[in-house]
């Protein structure tokens, strides 16, 4: 098993920056890649960026437009994402993830093992 511990939401105006960070605890060895989700409600889970460990494979949802930044402590088996430029449109709960592979990484179903979730809010 592994847990997942997200922090670091708030509420921030548009054109302000939010740091979001997630603390794997558990079986970590069996961890290939890391993601980070989104979701308003009545809407699906949505991609937002992926990182393997080793940090040779990073990818982001179109969306992103250069905005984010994943980036990793393995270290302290934690994963940040860096948001800047934040728009209302990126108000949501934001979930992390891990998955034991590096591929299909925009589904959900593809992820294992699921943080709680930290609101991230927005404001115009």
């Known amino acids: 098993q592994v847990q997942l511990v997200e922090s670091g939401g708030g509420l921030v105006q548009a054109g302000g920056s939010l740091r979001l960070s997630c603390a794997a605890t558990g079986r970590t060895s069996s961890v290939i890649a890391m993601g980070w989700f989104r979701q308003v409600p009545g809407k699906e889970r949505e991609f937002v960026a992926r990182t393997t460990w080793s940090g040779r494979s990073i990818v982001y949802a179109d969306f992103v437009e250069g905005r984010f930044t994943i980036s990793r402590d393995n270290a302290k088996n934690t994963v940040f994402l860096q948001m800047n430029s934040l728009k209302p449109e990126d108000t949501a709960l934001y979930y992390c993830?891990?998955?034991?592979?590096?591929?299909?990484?925009?589904?959900?179903?593809?992820?294992?093992?699921w943080g709680q979730g930290t609101q991230v809010t927005v404001s115009s």
């Open positions: 993830a891990a998955a034991g592979t590096a591929f299909d990484y925009r589904r959900p179903e593809t992820y294992d093992y």
